[in-house]
């Protein structure tokens, strides 16, 4: 199957800093997902993006497709962007050869005061 | 609008019982997932729903594992004889219409088997 290397796997940083998260995969994909996982086990949908730049407020992602990566940046960090940070994607090709989502193994960031 | 729901949040559950753990996904969404999140690891597939018919079920650790969806919307996935390393969070997403699309996820059951 596909694999999702995510780096690094964790990252302490003070409030104010910026940083870079950054996904590898092994195939070529038709869905890929950055999601943050809050405290409570949630998560929550920062971006869908199979290919290009995007960017929400204080975060920002890009994926090259070509090249098989994508990242994630977070700018002004804050104490509440602590948490997990997954990196997800579908492998391209059929609808049913391929339905899962394969999550890397996460990125544990901790912001602090 | 409201988002993926799953019941309930936290089961506890003695080795050997069987639960059953619902997903809502949102309104109108074709397709739906089931996950499972074992202490410190990513989300790892189970199966896969396009409205009432399972499309993949490769993801299903044993046959003590079981999903259904009947009428293309509420889904639940039942485990049988449960054993400790069913321990996780089970999680359900769902998407508009293709596995491709955006999937989102529901805060997930946590199941403890003691």
């Known amino acids: 199957g596909i694999q999702v290397e995510q780096s690094p796997p964790d990252l302490i940083l003070q409030e104010g800093a910026n940083s870079t998260l950054r996904c590898n995969f092994s195939?070529?994909?038709?869905?890929l997902q950055w999601f943050h996982q809050n405290p409570w086990g949630q998560l929550i949908n920062l971006f869908y993006i199979p290919s290009g730049t995007k960017q929400n407020g204080r975060l920002s992602a890009t994926t090259v497709a070509t090249e098989r990566y994508s990242l994630l940046y977070i700018s002004s960090s804050q104490t509440t962007d602590s948490g997990v940070y997954f990196c997800a994607v579908k492998k391209g090709g059929r609808e049913t050869s391929g339905s899962r989502l394969t999550f890397g193994e996460g990125t544990q960031l901790t912001v602090n005061p | 609008g409201a988002g993926v729901s799953q019941s309930p949040r936290y089961k506890v559950a003695k080795r050997g019982q069987d639960v059953a753990l619902r997903c809502d996904p949102i309104?109108?969404?074709?397709?739906l997932f089931w996950y499972q999140q074992a202490l410190g690891q990513g989300p790892e597939f189970l199966t896969y729903f396009q409205n009432e018919a399972q499309l993949d079920k490769s993801g299903l650790p044993s046959d003590r594992f079981f999903a259904e969806r009947p009428e293309g919307s509420v889904s639940t996935l039942k485990i049988q004889r449960t054993q400790q390393e069913d321990s996780a969070v089970y999680l359900c997403?769902?998407?508009?219409?293709?596995?491709?699309?955006?999937?989102?996820f529901g805060p997930g059951t946590r199941l403890t088997v003691t």
């Open positions: 195939d070529s994909v038709n869905n």
């Open positions: 309104s109108g969404h074709v397709s």
């Open positions: 997403a769902s998407s508009l219409v293709l596995a491709s699309y955006e999937q989102y």
